[in-house]
């Protein structure tokens, strides 16, 4: 089991940049690839971005393609979520997940029940 703690949420104008940090302890040594997921109020859990632990290929939501880029440190086990141009409907609360399982492309990474693990959340509210 690996345990994720988000961070960095916070409330910014709309146009403002946030970073989430999460933070992956335990069996980090299975992790294959980490990703963001968001849920909005009244809306389902979607995909926002993914990355393979070892090689570090990223995948990413059309919503966000160009605003949002994931990375990560695996010194420190971290990844992380840059959001640059931020809009209102980028509000929601931002998950972090991992999965030891493998797969391929952005459909896998994509879909939730893929992954093991989970954070709590954190809560990004933009203003407009």
């Known amino acids: 089991q690996v345990q994720l703690v988000e961070s960095g949420g916070g409330l910014v104008q709309a146009g403002g940049s946030l970073r989430l940090s999460c933070a992956a302890s335990?069996?980090?040594?299975?992790?294959?690839?980490m990703g963001w997921f968001r849920q909005a109020p009244g809306k389902e859990r979607e995909f926002v971005a993914g990355i393979i632990w070892i090689g570090g290929n990223t995948y990413y939501a059309d919503s966000v393609k160009g605003r949002f880029t994931i990375s990560k440190d695996n010194a420190k086990n971290t990844v992380y979520l840059q959001m640059n141009s931020l809009k209102p409907d980028d509000t929601a609360v931002y998950y972090c997940?991992?999965?030891?399982?493998?797969?391929?492309?952005?459909?896998?990474?994509?879909?939730?029940?893929?992954?093991?693990?989970w954070g709590l959340g954190t809560q990004v509210t933009v203003s407009s």
């Open positions: 997940a991992a999965t030891d399982k493998y797969g391929s492309g952005a459909s896998f990474l994509g879909t939730s029940r893929n992954y093991n693990d």
């Open positions: 335990g069996r980090t040594f299975s992790l294959y690839a």
